[in-house]
């Protein structure tokens, strides 16, 4: 095992009311308009769950809370790990600061989002709480 930390990137799977929040990438060219979960890097000395919460904020402009992990990390380029997790908005409505455009996406919609590869590990779960959402709306379908 090698001395040198992994680098850790984090991802919000932000929910509310029964939708998941992607947003639509700017950069690099080969991800420029494909969607994602926001996030993004872990500085030295920061953890996880602050890193996320402060890269939301930066991204979206808003505050957040910081929940469990999903299951699974995946392997980026460069010796990166990626790692998501639960999010859930605190205060603020979501701005696209750094991308292209934002979308609220609920289970019949997230399958048919051109999604990152990275992201896609997640889609099952991502699903499984879109649709066991506690917050998901109760009115006719």
Avoid: F, N
């Amino acid at each position: 095992m090698s001395g040198t930390p992994t680098a850790v990137v984090v991802a919000a799977a932000l929910t509310h009311e029964g939708t998941l929040l992607l947003a639509q990438r700017t950069r690099p060219p080969e991800l420029a308009g494909l969607w994602e979960l926001p996030g993004g890097k872990v500085e030295p000395g920061e953890s996880e769950d602050s890193a996320l919460a402060r890269e939301l904020r930066e991204e979206l402009g808003v505050e957040c809370s910081i929940g469990a992990a999903l299951s699974g990390d995946v392997d980026l380029a460069g010796g990166l790990v990626l790692r998501a997790y639960r999010a859930t908005l605190v205060s603020g409505t979501p701005a696209a600061l750094e991308h292209s455009a934002l979308r609220w996406v609920d289970a019949a919609m997230l399958p048919t989002m051109d999604l990152v590869d990275a992201d896609r590990l997640w889609l099952p779960e991502l699903l499984d709480i879109l649709l066991t959402s506690p917050e998901r709306s109760s009115g006719p379908s």
